[in-house]
T-cell receptor, first 114, second 112 residues
Framework: DTAVSQTPKYLVTQMGNDKSIKCEQN?????MYWYKQDSKKFLKIMFS???????INETVPNRFSPKSPDKAHLNLHINSLELGDSAVYFC?????????????FGPGTRLTVL | SQQGEEDPQALSIQEGENATMNCSYK?????LQWYRQNSGRGLVHLIL?????REKHSGRLRVTLDTSKKSSSLLITASRAADTASYFC????????????FGRGTQLTVWP
């Protein structure tokens, strides 16, 4: 059983397109996150949701819009894709979003914008 | 800006040797965590050390924390080829919201 799953694993698209990445966790956690990892492996938090409510938005451009239909899902929609959006995007979840939580990561989605 | 700064950026050792990775950070923290990332995979949590702890062990892992120097180290003893991965430290920058700030990681290669 996969704890945190993401689809698709790879996404190749043209500049200007709109795309979505889906994330699901079956751990019963209340909090979910999106991270972006650049080509130099720097991992940066983008958003977090607790029980479908936005908790953290780390000054991410408006072109990125997370959506949480329920606490087990956190999808990421990206409008008007740019070359700089190319990265690996990781979804993660944690029990309550507290500072001592362990975060459980998905396998990542490698986005390539041409 | 990134919080953790791991060094070395890359470490190459033989099986059986110990591997030490360091992490420095800039702000006050509640906790510091270490994660491992195998190539092409997501991160896996290894260990959490609280700001009032100085040392913690888990199996072959030993983590130290020096809040006065704002630094931490991760020691892997008797390393194995399967330990080959990138290792990241992450802090909360004093926030209670569960957000983590990662460094760029140390790429550890263990040769059989």
């Amino acid at each position: 059983d996969t704890a945190v799953s993401q689809t698709p694993k790879y996404l190749v698209t043209q500049m200007g397109n709109d795309k979505s990445i889906k994330c699901e966790q079956n751990l019963g956690h209340d909090t979910m996150y999106w991270y972006k990892q650049d080509s130099k492996k720097f991992l940066k938090i983008m958003f977090s949701y607790n029980n479908k409510e936005l908790i953290i938005n780390e000054t991410v451009p408006n072109r990125f819009s997370p959506k949480s239909p329920d606490k087990a899902h956190l999808n990421l929609h990206i409008n008007s894709l740019e070359l700089g959006d190319s990265a690996v995007y990781f979804c993660a979840s944690s029990p309550s979003g507290g500072m001592s939580d362990t975060q459980y990561f998905g396998p990542g989605t490698r986005l390539t914008v041409l | 800006s990134q919080q953790g700064e791991e060094d070395p950026q890359a470490l190459s050792i033989q099986e059986g040797e110990n591997a030490t990775m360091n992490c420095s950070y800039k702000t006050s923290i509640n906790n510091l965590q270490w994660y491992r990332q195998n190539s092409g995979r997501g991160l896996v949590h290894l260990i959490l050390i609280r700001s009032n702890e100085r040392e913690k062990h888990s199996g072959r892992l030993r983590v130290t924390l020096d809040t006065s120097k704002k630094s931490s180290s991760l020691l892997i003893t008797a390393s194995r080829a399967a330990d080959t991965a990138s290792y990241f430290c992450a802090t909360d920058r004093g926030s209670t919201l569960g957000r983590l700030y990662f460094g760029r990681g140390t790429q550890l290669t263990v040769w059989p």
